[in-house]
């Protein structure tokens, strides 16, 4: 029997935060007729009780939204990549606070940005890799005695921030699907969270590796994805309303297309696409008020064509 693929449609819940309640957020989606969220993380993510979680995965029930992934924010769980006392602990107790915190919520995948590596540090590159895989190996057998089926990363756009080259995708990706495989029994699954919107530009602003390029190396990892929009160089990042889809180079059809006919490579059979806004400028009163427009306009879009039959 062929390969299956059901694409799904969410938004990724960053610019809510500090602006605007979930349940305005849960209320807007129930009204556009969008039930998943990606969850952001933020500060005192970290820090808040189980109760606040319980109370939130309640909320979101009221309103038939399914909190169905978790992924960070910023790039706060890299302290992986940082050869320094106390970086690899903290982000080691922090990245378990979120799985369970995502267990509570009943999400199927935590995930995050793995870390930078400073740019007067570059030779700790390597040392960053390894951590990060000592580290992650483990947090896929915490992950999986809390209930938590999947752990799943992103790759980047730049060579301080791996995985971003094709044989960095691979390597960390075929590294973790085969942990995972040793003892499904005792270790949660791995994937990718691929962003249709990065592509690799070196130093000169040369594309070496394109948006599309990325994402056909991260397809046996696939489990998700984020949508946006960019430029050229995969500098600046912004919606899909008529004008922002004049001045981006990315083609929603097109990925759509492309995610189809590699269906058979993708591991998953149902995948989630995550609208993910910057949003407007945070806290002012001529900028606050556009979030909700942004939101309407861009999900409108991509329920017309990335979920196109």
């Not at 969410?10 to 957020?25: C, N, T």
């Not at 002012?284 to 991509?302: A, M, N, P």
Request: charged content about 25%; glycine content about 8%; overall charge negative.
């Amino acid at each position: 029997m062929p390969h299956q693929l059901t694409l799904h449609l969410g938004v990724k819940a960053d610019p809510i935060q500090y602006r605007y309640s979930y349940e305005w957020l849960f209320r807007l989606l129930a009204e556009e007729g969008v039930h998943r969220i990606q969850f952001g993380s933020f500060f005192e993510v970290y820090q808040l009780p189980d109760a606040y979680f319980h109370g939130l995965r309640r909320q979101a029930d009221d309103y038939g939204i399914r909190i169905h992934s978790l992924f960070t924010t910023h790039r706060e769980l890299g302290g992986f990549f940082r050869d320094e006392p106390g970086w690899e602990a903290i982000a080691r107790r922090n990245y378990e606070r979120f799985i369970e915190v995502g267990a509570i919520l009943g999400a199927a995948s935590v995930g995050q940005n793995p870390g930078a590596v400073l740019r007067d540090r570059m030779d700790l590159k390597e040392k960053g890799i390894q951590c990060y895989l000592r580290n992650m190996r483990e947090l896929l057998v915490f992950a999986k005695r809390c209930g938590m089926p999947r752990l799943t990363l992103e790759p980047m756009s730049c060579l301080a921030e791996p995985p971003t080259l094709p044989e960095e995708i691979r390597r960390i990706g075929d590294e973790l699907v085969a942990w995972h495989r040793s003892d499904p029994a005792k270790i949660a699954a791995f994937g990718v969270c691929a962003d249709v919107a990065h592509g690799y530009a070196d130093a000169d602003g040369k594309v070496v590796w394109n948006n599309l390029q990325l994402l056909e190396t991260a397809l046996p990892y696939l489990t998700e994805i984020h949508l946006k929009n960019t430029d050229a160089i995969f500098n600046s990042t912004f919606g899909f309303s008529p004008a922002e889809r004049q001045k981006g180079i990315i083609d929603v059809a097109q990925i759509r297309d492309f995610l189809r006919t590699n269906r058979e490579t993708i591991p998953v059979t149902e995948l989630t696409g995550y609208l993910e806004l910057g949003g407007p400028k945070l806290g002012r009163d001529y900028s606050d008020h556009k979030l909700e427009g942004q939101f309407r306009e861009s999900l409108r879009y991509l329920k017309e064509v990335f979920l196109e039959a």
